[in-house]
């Protein structure tokens, strides 16, 4: 029993490995897939200690124990595939970034298997502000000096969930980078439509301007970044202000062009998105042009506009990354400087572990972008 057992889990495993390769399918749930795409290294190393497990307990069953060594090997092949890819994009990016925006790189390495045993980033105080009536703003203060670029966070949830507590370490991070941070809320729908959460954004811009001084922020020099919805966002604000002081554009596996989105979508799919984008946009394309029109960062984009940092899996279920594709084709005939980091394993959230190698890449994209941006 024992043995059936350890080759059942070695199945697991194998399982799991393969949602570094393929989209995860609409009825399983897509953690999984960032689970095995960023901790895939920890799982390999189980995998293989399964593997000796069962050859060690062999005796009188060669055959089950040799089938879960050979599978056992084979998945962490598989769970090993985002390192091997990760140190391939890593070699290459620090010259990638440097030929599209221009600086120096970094003086560290893109991605490092060492990194996986990083320490976890050390936090900084975090201030509560209103920004505006019933809408708060968690404030990062920057580590290293005053009149820092402030960069504005706004988070993903399919326009109707989500706050601007969404993955806080990573606000740490630049924060002991040397940029303060302001992370947001937005009104949500189906409550609120279009345009009231770009309103907000723009608000929450006003206030830090008008509240630099005390915060400690050099109100010129901002920069927007927003996940997956909050990409979006950020995108038609940054895209569609004109405001001088939007030194650039991060946008980590967003949507852009919400009339290919909705062409494009199922009403069966994971996240029913045509559902959430009627709900969000006033109705379907038909009936609310305007609003899919200046929500989409993709439509207002041209000559002139902000530098831009997009990084997206291509294994993404619930954000197709032909929207950063798309995006990264209109803004090289734009002549508009922007970077599209490309990750194979990697699906939404992929930098919920600082240390796997999908973050390790977006932080070294995004420290060189911040620092070039921001001069």
Same mark, same amino acid.
């Given at each position: 029993?024992?043995?059936?057992?350890?080759?059942?889990?070695?199945?697991?495993?194998?399982?799991?490995?393969?949602?570094?390769?393929?989209?995860?399918?609409?009825?399983?749930?897509?953690?999984?897939?960032?689970?095995?795409?960023?901790?895939?290294?920890?799982?390999?190393?189980?995998?293989?200690?399964?593997?000796?497990?069962?050859?060690?307990?062999?005796?009188?069953?060669?055959?089950?124990?040799?089938?879960?060594?050979?599978?056992?090997? /084979?998945?962490?092949?598989?769970?090993?595939?985002?390192?091997?890819?990760?140190?391939?994009? =890593?070699? +290459?990016?620090?010259?990638?970034?440097?030929?599209?925006?221009?600086?120096?790189?970094?003086?560290?390495?893109?991605?490092? /298997?060492?990194?996986?045993?990083?320490?976890?980033?050390?936090?900084?105080?975090?201030?509560?502000?209103?920004?505006?009536?019933?809408?708060?703003?968690?404030?990062?203060?920057?580590?290293?000096?005053?009149?820092?670029?402030?960069?504005?966070?706004?988070?993903?949830?399919?326009?109707?969930?989500?706050?601007?507590?969404?993955?806080?370490?990573?606000?740490?991070?630049?924060?002991?980078?040397?940029?303060?941070?302001?992370?947001?809320?937005?009104?949500?729908?189906?409550?609120?439509?279009?345009?009231?959460?770009?309103?907000?954004?723009?608000?929450?811009?006003?206030?830090?301007?008008?509240?630099?001084?005390?915060?400690?922020?050099?109100?010129?020099?901002?920069?927007?970044?927003?996940?997956?919805?909050? =990409?979006?966002?950020?995108?038609? /604000?940054?895209?569609?202000?004109?405001?001088?002081?939007?030194?650039?554009?991060?946008?980590?596996?967003?949507?852009?062009?919400?009339?290919?989105?909705?062409?494009?979508?199922?009403?069966?799919?994971?996240?029913?998105?045509?559902?959430?984008?009627?709900?969000?946009?006033?109705?379907?394309?038909?009936?609310?042009?305007?609003?899919?029109?200046?929500?989409?960062?993709?439509?207002?984009?041209?000559? =002139?506009?902000?530098?831009?940092?997009?990084?997206?899996?291509?294994?993404?279920?619930?954000?197709?990354?032909?929207?950063? /594709?798309?995006?990264?084709?209109?803004?090289?005939?734009?002549?508009?400087?922007?970077?599209?980091?490309?990750?194979?394993?990697?699906?939404?959230?992929?930098?919920?572990?600082?240390?796997?190698?999908?973050?390790?890449?977006?932080?070294?994209?995004?420290?060189?972008?911040?620092?070039?941006? +921001?001069?």
């Amino acid at each position: 029993m024992v043995r059936f057992s350890l080759l059942l889990l070695s199945a697991v495993f194998a399982a799991l490995g393969a949602l570094t390769f393929f989209r995860s399918p609409d009825w399983s749930n897509w953690k999984l897939a960032l689970f095995a795409g960023e901790f895939g290294h920890w799982l390999a190393v189980a995998a293989l200690l399964l593997g000796i497990a069962a050859w060690c307990a062999r005796a009188g069953h060669g055959a089950v124990a040799g089938v879960t060594v050979v599978v056992s090997v /084979v998945a962490a092949g598989l769970l090993l595939k985002p390192t091997m890819h990760a140190r391939r994009i =890593g070699a +290459t990016l620090p010259g990638e970034l440097v030929k599209a925006f221009g600086g120096v790189a970094p003086v560290r390495a893109a991605f490092a /298997v060492g990194n996986y045993f990083s320490a976890a980033v050390k936090p900084v105080a975090v201030e509560m502000r209103e920004f505006a009536p019933g809408l708060k703003l968690d404030f990062y203060r920057a580590v290293k000096g005053t009149a820092a670029p402030c960069v504005i966070v706004i988070h993903g949830g399919g326009w109707d969930s989500g706050d601007r507590e969404q993955l806080p370490e990573f606000n740490h991070w630049l924060a002991r980078l040397g940029y303060a941070v302001v992370a947001i809320d937005y009104r949500l729908a189906p409550k609120f439509i279009w345009p009231a959460q770009r309103d907000d954004t723009l608000a929450a811009m006003a206030y830090v301007k008008a509240h630099a001084a005390e915060l400690g922020v050099d109100a010129t020099r901002l920069v927007l970044f927003g996940r997956s919805a909050g =990409g979006q966002i950020a995108s038609a /604000v940054a895209y569609g202000s004109e405001d001088p002081a939007i030194r650039g554009l991060v946008s980590f596996y967003a949507p852009h062009d919400m009339f290919f989105a909705y062409t494009y979508a199922r009403e069966d799919d994971i996240l029913k998105s045509p559902a959430l984008m009627r709900q969000y946009l006033g109705g379907p394309p038909a009936a609310a042009k305007a609003n899919y029109e200046s929500a989409s960062g993709h439509q207002r984009s041209r000559r =002139g506009s902000p530098p831009t940092l997009m990084v997206h899996g291509t294994i993404d279920t619930l954000v197709w990354y032909r929207h950063s /594709v798309r995006l990264d084709g209109k803004l090289t005939d734009a002549h508009v400087p922007h970077a599209y980091v490309a990750l194979p394993w990697a699906t939404h959230a992929f930098e919920y572990n600082l240390a796997g190698p999908s973050a390790q890449l977006a932080t070294y994209a995004l420290e060189h972008f911040l620092a070039v941006v +921001t001069k």
